[in-house]
């Protein structure tokens, strides 16, 4: 059973470009949410995707977007880069929504912004 | 915005001790969570308490919660080489139910 992968593992864009990062889910997993964490940081709430629609969403702006597809699995993007957006992008899924649900981590994409 | 914030941001031990590391945070919580991450890579989760316990094992691991002070531990006992890793702590604000929201991290390096 595999568990959640993302694509691709490295990245290196420049300040303007876009990005688009892949996610799928756990087996049997409906609901993906995605975090940033940058270096030193802990992971921070970008979005949540269930039955696919955005659930939830932190505090991060417009230029950030993402999208969820009939098999659950999810992208998110990234328009107009900034240095700033340089950091890991984690995916985790669970079986529904909901806190109490335990969230599985893919092992991320890294990002790099120049 | 990081609810959490782990004390110490930085512990070394030797193999075999315990460690502990303490979580506070800011408003009121559903539950709590640890994750432990090796090396920049994805999070595994440990253990979740939720807001009406005080205690919970799962292993070696300990983690109590005081949310009259809104501050959590997490104890290793009889630590090994493994668990070298950054230690997170996660809390669910109890108004938002779905949303967990990540402290900055506990550095533990395990010395052999």
């Known amino acids: 059973d595999a568990g959640v992968t993302q694509s691709p593992t490295h990245l290196i864009k420049t300040r303007g470009q876009q990005v688009t990062l892949r996610c799928s889910p756990k087996?049997?997993?409906?609901?993906v949410s995605w975090y940033q964490q940058a270096l030193g940081q802990g992971p921070q709430f970008i979005f949540q995707y269930y039955e696919e629609e955005e659930r939830q969403r932190g505090n991060f702006p417009d230029r950030f977007s993402g999208h969820q597809f009939p098999n659950y699995s999810s992208e998110l993007n990234v328009n107009a880069l900034l240095l700033g957006d340089s950091a890991l992008y984690l995916c985790?899924?669970?079986?529904?929504?909901?806190?109490?649900?335990?969230?599985?981590f893919g092992p991320g994409t890294r990002l790099l912004v120049l | 915005s990081q609810q959490g914030e782990e004390d110490p941001q930085a512990l070394s031990i030797q193999e075999g001790e315990n460690a502990t590391m303490n979580c506070s945070y800011k408003t009121s919580i559903n539950n709590l969570q640890w994750y432990r991450q090796n090396s920049g890579r994805g999070l595994v989760h440990l253990i979740l308490?939720?807001?009406?316990?005080r205690e919970k094992h799962s292993g070696r691991l300990r983690v109590t919660l005081d949310t009259s002070k809104k501050s959590s531990s997490l104890l290793i006992t009889a630590s090994r080489a493994a668990d070298t890793a950054s230690y997170f702590c996660a809390t669910a604000p109890g108004n938002r139910d779905d949303k967990i929201i990540f402290g900055k991290g506990t550095r533990l390096h395990i010395l052999p």
């Open positions: 308490i939720r807001s009406n316990e």
């Open positions: 087996s049997g997993h409906d609901t």
């Open positions: 985790a899924s669970s079986p529904g929504t909901g806190s109490m649900k335990t969230q599985y």
